[in-house]
């Protein structure tokens, strides 16, 4: 197992233009998390699953970001309408589901950086 | 108030010395604290979990929690050079414990 994979590693896009975001998680892992992180800052919660069911999405979240997990393997995040705020280091995480799960932490992906211009 | 606050340093201690750094939380229900390593350019690393007040030590690390004071801190021991990074406190959030919220981050430089 190589751990949690995501891809693309980088990504420039236009401002109006859609992107979307793949994360592998580990294999065994049936919780997937994504969060964003912005220069200087921690990395924020945008929406977690579990296997392929979402099961919190952040208030902060606009309509423009979605987020699926077929079949409850990768999963994909995607941003429509891309605006410059929209750059920052998207990760993606994932744990397994142990007893007492959320007491193991996450691996996280290597990211994806989004630089809208 | 933010849900997990540390001060954002920079912190700078000479190598060999004990770096300490220290996180405040607001969900008082929450049961599972955690510390993650974050070096420039790369993706945050699980150092430490803890979720019993007290210490808990792994090699050169000590995390210490205090659910009454909601106060989580991470000492590290004989600090290298190697140790610099950004240091991220992170708090499972109730109920369900299964979102988890960072803080801004500690930047950490051990100097030679």
């Known amino acids: 197992d190589t751990g949690v994979s995501q891809d693309p590693r980088h990504k420039i896009t236009k401002r109006g233009q859609n992107v979307t975001f793949r994360c592998d998680p580990i294999?065994?892992?049936?919780?997937l998390y994504w969060y964003r992180q912005t220069l200087g800052q921690g990395p924020e919660f945008l929406t977690y699953?579990?296997?392929?069911?979402?099961?919190?999405k952040s208030r902060l979240l606009s309509d423009r970001f979605s987020a699926e997990r077929p079949k409850g393997s990768f999963s994909t995040l995607e941003i429509q309408r891309t605006e410059q705020g929209d750059s920052a280091m998207y990760l993606c995480?994932?744990?397994?589901?142990?007893?007492?799960?959320?007491?193991?932490?996450?691996?996280f992906g290597s990211g994806t950086r989004l630089t809208v211009v | 108030q933010k849900e997990v606050e540390q001060n954002s340093g920079p912190l700078s201690v000479p190598e060999g010395a004990i770096a300490s750094l220290n996180c405040t939380y607001s969900d008082r229900g929450s049961q599972s604290f955690f510390w993650y390593r974050q070096y420039s350019g790369k993706s945050p690393e699980l150092i430490m979990s803890?979720?019993?007040?007290g210490d808990k030590e792994d090699g050169r690390f000590t995390a210490q929690l205090n659910k009454a004071s909601q106060y989580v801190s991470l000492l590290i021991r004989d600090s290298q050079p190697s140790d610099s990074a950004t240091y991220l406190c992170?708090?499972?959030?109730?109920?369900?414990?299964?979102?988890?919220?960072f803080g801004a981050g500690t930047r950490l430089f051990v100097k030679a």
């Open positions: 294999s065994e892992h049936n919780r």
């Open positions: 995480a994932s744990s397994e589901n142990l007893r007492g799960g959320d007491r193991y932490g996450y691996t």
């Open positions: 699953f579990q296997n392929e069911a979402q099961l919190e």
């Open positions: 992170a708090v499972n959030m109730s109920p369900g414990g299964f979102k988890t919220i």
């Open positions: 803890i979720y019993s007040n």
